[in-house]
Structure formats: C-alpha cells, structure tokens
C-alpha cells in the first residue's frame, strides 16, 4: 500500500470534516512549513472571513483588497479542475468551493474525482435532462453540497424538482435563481418548500423576473414557517398586491438579511414591506431601488420600530428618490449601525453632518459617500467631528466639488481610511 502524503493525509481531513475549520488551519500551517506564507495568509484569512459579519473591521477591510487578490488569483493553478469549470470567486475558507459546469453530464462524469480532490460546496448549474438530473440527485457527495445557482435555466424544473425529491441534499441551505421569470416557477417554489430541503434553507436569491410576483411570494409559505435567513429579489417586477403580501408574510420574521436590486417601489409598496414582520433584520440593501414619495419623513417609521436597533448595515446605494428621506432618517437610526452606504444618490444639503451628529457615528466601520456631488460643506463636517475609533473605510471619491486644499485636510485626519 503506497504511503500518503502529509499533504493527501491532511486533504482528507478536511473533505471528511468540510465544516470544521481546525483541519484548515493545520493545512495553512503546513503550506507556510512547505515555503508559501503568502498562501498560508490567504486560507487563515479567508476563514476569519467566513465567519465575520459583513459590517465589522475585518471584512471592510477585506473589501479594500484588489478583486484579484480577494479571489486568489495567484492560486487558481491549486485548484484540480479546469479553470473554465470555476466562477469568478473559487475559494472559500482557503480552499476550492464553487465550481461552474456547462452541462450536468460533466458533473456525472467527473464529480466523483472533483468532491475527492477538494471541499466543493457550492455548483453552479445550467440546463439538463430531467434523467441527468435524477442521477445527478442520487450522487452521494450531494450530501456536501451547500449552495447552488442556477445560472442559464428561465425555469429550472428538472434540477429543483430533483433536488427537492433527494434524501441525499440534506445539506443545503443556499439557493439562487439567476433567471426566474420562466412559467411554473411559484409552483417549484411551493413544491421546493413542502419539502424537507425547503425548510432547511437559510438563503434564498431572484433575479430577473416580470410580471407580479403576488404568486411567488405566497409560494414561499407553502410549507408553513421558514428558516430563511437571507432573502433577495433582483430586478423582478414588484406591484402593490405582492408588496402588501410580503409585508404581513411570517417570511420575514426570520429574516436577518432583506435585499432589492434594480427595482421601483411607491411609497406605500415600499413601506408596507420595510413596515412589516422584520424581527431580527440586521442587514437592509436597497441598491438600484427607485422610491417615489413626497414626505421627507417617509423612513422614519422605520426607524422608529422596536426591531430597528439590530440593523448593522443599510445599503441604499445608487438608488433614487431617497434625498429627501436620508436625513430624517439619519436623525433617527440606533447606535447598533456599523456600515452606511449612501453611493450616488445625490445626498441633499445638511445630511453629512446629519450623520456626524447621529449616535451611530462613533461606532461606524464603513462610510460610503461617493458620487453625490458633495462639496466643502460637507467636508467641514467631516472635519469638524472626531473619527470614528474602528473606521476602516470612509469613502468619497467622485465628489469633485470638495477642494484639494479640504481633501488634504480629510486624508490627515481620517488616514487610510479615506477614499478620496
């Protein structure tokens, strides 16, 4: 019998114990041992990232670092599959992950060598055969897999039909729709959440869909309370009937992460959902979003609520109608908040200094306040208050009115922390 390496010896720890950080950090240890600091840096990283909320120093701070280098680039030639088979972002906690496969024949082919040489968690699927998907459904490293994105299906029956069928996806707890304007799709989300895979999924993404989505929302109840944590609609086609629906659906009140993209809301849809059920929300994206209403007092419901406090991270970047909202509800948010994103939505006169004033400032971590036009008052805001003690980021690029002599003043004040 050939004898293993240390290298195969600790590979195969970490694929019998892919949720257990312990065997990872040996493995990092072993690499820096072997000559490779700077990858043995990238996989400890990479797990304190996976365990960090989105909103503390460290991830910001991880966000500052080139795409390339938060991609791992440099150690793409690790991987033991092709580099036309991965996404743009491979490793998780230090190791392969993602994988991307033009055809489910491929993944009957080849996945039982692929789950053998690494800790793969997370597929992103294309088009199949109802046949090649039930196969694929009784593959036994099903059971590691703990995301998937179907990334080329309008409707993805087969695989989620499949999926929901598997006592082997017990694992799961991710899914992303990139196309989910195909028929029949509230009908596999009702069939996905009367099964037991349904109620065991913490994420759960739409993009691209038209249309009403009263029908979707209501599908998501189909198998009585959710464990959703995380729950995303990008670009689908939002009326009042289905807004009013999820604002009194007991989906939200699990929900710990709520996010619109590239969407329109009226005042009411908007308000009846940021109004409802959202006990534990802590992280709130807004990005894209266009809001139409004529009280500037709008928010402040919102941040009145009793649930408001938990909110880390509100992220209204590149939305529109929101100028005369922001500061009343500046005014008005908790000490809990940790990351504001505020990216060029033309920020109204007085809202810097708004949210210098506000008694969340001193605690926050990362400010993004680029491309709104802003000016040297809004710098002698900045000057005039004391920085923030964990700020890794305060971000004010594309505000070309602030003068040199003002962006000198900002970069010795706040440091490396500023963008400017």
Known sequence: MPVMSDHDALLLAILENPDDD???LV?????????????AAFIRDQIELAKTPDWEPFAARWRRRAIEEQAGDRWRSTLPWHDSWSPRHPFRRGLGYAIKTDAVRHLLEHGDALFASAPIGELHLPGGSMQEYEEFA????????????????????????????????????????????????????????QSPI??????????VGDGSQLDLVEALEAGGETNLERL????????????????????????????????????????????????????????????RSNDPDALVPLANRVRFPRIRQLDFTKSYGFREQIPSLVRKLKVGLRSLRLAGIRL????????????????????????????????RALL??????????????GNDAISSGRKTELRRQYGEAILI
């Open 22 to 24: 312990a065997p990872r």
């Open 27 to 39: 493995f990092a240890d072993y690499v820096q041992e072997s000559g490779d600091d700077d990858r």
């Open 138 to 193: 009784r593959r036994p490293w099903l059971s590691r897999v703990r995301s998937v994105r179907f990334w080329s299906l309008a409707s993805p029956n087969f695989p989620v039909l499949a999926l929901s069928a598997s006592p082997l996806a017990t694992g799961l707890r991710s899914m992303v729709f990139e196309k989910a304007s195909g028929p029949g799709m509230s009908f596999l989300i009702e069939s996905l959440f």
């Open 198 to 207: 349904g109620r065991k999924l913490k994420e759960l993404s739409f993009r």
């Open 232 to 291: 995303t609609f990008d670009n689908m086609g939002f009326d009042a009937p289905a807004a009013d629906r999820l604002g009194t659906s007991p989906v939200l009140a699990t929900l710990s992460s709520l996010e619109f993209a590239n969407m329109y809301f009226a005042d009411a849809q908007l308000l009846s959902i940021l109004n409802g059920r959202l006990r534990r929300i802590e992280r709130l994206v807004l990005r894209d979003v266009g809001f």
């Open 348 to 379: 109204g006169e007085g809202t810097v200094g708004a949210i210098v004033d506000s008694t969340f400032w001193p605690f926050l971590v990362e400010l993004d306040l680029s491309h709104n036009d802003l000016d040297d008052g809004a710098a």
């Open 384 to 397: 005039a208050a004391i920085p923030p003690k964990e700020l890794v980021t305060l971000d004010l690029r």
